[in-house]
Every structure is written in C-alpha cells, then in structure tokens.
C-alpha cells in the first residue's frame, strides 16, 4: 500500500521491449538505496515490483502486457521522469490516503491555470526558472463512468500523487472534469511541472467508493 506522498522523481534511463511486456531501468537516488529484490514501488501510481537494482543508482522493473496496455508507461522513452514512492511501512505516517498502486484508467490534462497569473497555460508552455513559484489548478478530463468515484474535497490519486478535490464538473456533453489545487512544493517535486494540456495521467479513485458502490449493488440486487 502506498500513500500517494511521493518520494522523489525518477529518471527512465532504460528500455527493452519483450515478447512479454517492458522492462523499464529508472536512475534514483533516495528511492533506489536499502531496496530488496521484490519490493514494491510506486512508478507514477503504477504498484511494480523490483527484478534488479544496483543500489543508489537505478532499479528495474517489468510491465507485463496488460500493465502496458493500460498505463501510459510504454510510451514513456529515456530521459522521461516518473514520481516514484516506496510501500508504506508498517509503523510509517499516514500522510497522504490509501492508494493501492492499481491504476483505474487514464485520464487527460485537460487545462492548467497559474494562481498568480490567472491565466491558462498553453500546450506548449512551460515556466521558466526565473517566473515567481505560486499555486496552480490543474483540471483533468476523467474516462466515461469514472465521475461518480469523485465527490468535491474527496482524495483522488494522479500519476501517484495523493491530491484534493477541488472542484468537479460535467460539461454540457455529458464528460467529467475534475480540478485539483497544486502547491509549488509538489510541482516542483513530482513530474506535474513536465505536463502540458492533453498530456496523459493516471488514475485511481478513491477504493473506498468502489467498496460502497459494490456493497450497496449487493444490498439492492
């Protein structure tokens, strides 16, 4: 289990396609050292296991197909960065929510708004290093059927990370949106300072939704 508090970002500095699925080789530095052959680590929200490591320096990890097939991470080339945190330990702080690492769909970057500008930032724009840190909202088009897992100031996990909502909508054309408030510690600290409008993002609901919803399926059938 994992707490959506991420760790460090990481570094794909390797790739190899197999007959079946991806191995991935990604540089770290915090998350890479004391690692243990089979631990499992959070490569932005995706729960992998590890196969090989060389301690402080890199891991690797496999995807097998069907991880490939719903996850953006096989489109993921060397020198791409991925936010990365190690399972919670039995007597860690609970400082995030619970996510599993089990990826529900993915999602798109949809808009992303500086605080401090008010206004949108473009596809093709990124911040320089010399523009003032400030608060951002970036807002998210869920897949078809995923906006009933969401309620406003609920806990929604993307690329990982465990974030608040702050605001959902359904447009006109029947599509959820939901946004979310970004403070400059965790943009400058996870892969969120790398997105662009369309980008992809993964996505894990709340698991305590699904709980209800199957419950309350079972109550009324």
């Known amino acids: 289990m994992f707490t959506g508090i991420v760790e460090e970002t990481g570094e794909i500095v390797g790739r190899e396609r ?3 699925g991806l ?3 990604i540089a770290a530095d915090v998350v890479a050292t004391g690692l243990t052959h089979g631990q499992s ?4 929200g995706v729960c992998l296991t590890v196969e090989r490591y060389d301690d402080g320096s890199w891991f690797e990890v496999f995807l097998a197909t069907e991880t490939v097939e ?3 991470l ?3 080339e ?6 990365l945190e190690r399972a919670m330990s039995a007597d860690g702080r609970f400082d995030g929510h619970i996510v599993q690492g089990h990826v529900d769909a993915v999602a798109t970057v949809s808009n ?3 605080v401090e500008e008010g206004e949108a930032q473009r596809a093709s724009e990124q911040p320089t290093d010399d523009e003032p840190g400030g608060d951002w909202f970036f807002e998210f088009e869920l897949p078809a059927g995923y906006g009933r897992y969401v309620v406003e100031k609920g806990s929604i996990t993307l690329d990982g990370i465990s974030l608040t909502v702050a605001d959902l909508e359904t447009t006109e054309d029947g599509r959820d949106r939901v946004t979310v408030a970004i403070i400059p510690t965790t943009y400058e600290l996870t892969t969120l300072s790398d997105k662009t409008v369309g980008d992809p993002i993964h996505l894990e609901v709340d698991v305590l939704s699904k709980y209800v919803e ?4 079972s109550r009324f059938d």
């Open 23 to 25: 191995r991935l080789r």
């Open 214 to 217: 199957r419950l309350l399926e």
């Open 18 to 20: 197999t007959k079946d």
């Open 41 to 44: 680590i959070s490569v932005s």
């Open 70 to 72: 719903r996850t953006y």
């Open 78 to 83: 060397e020198g791409d960065t991925v936010n």
């Open 74 to 76: 096989g489109d993921l």
């Open 112 to 114: 992303i708004e500086s």
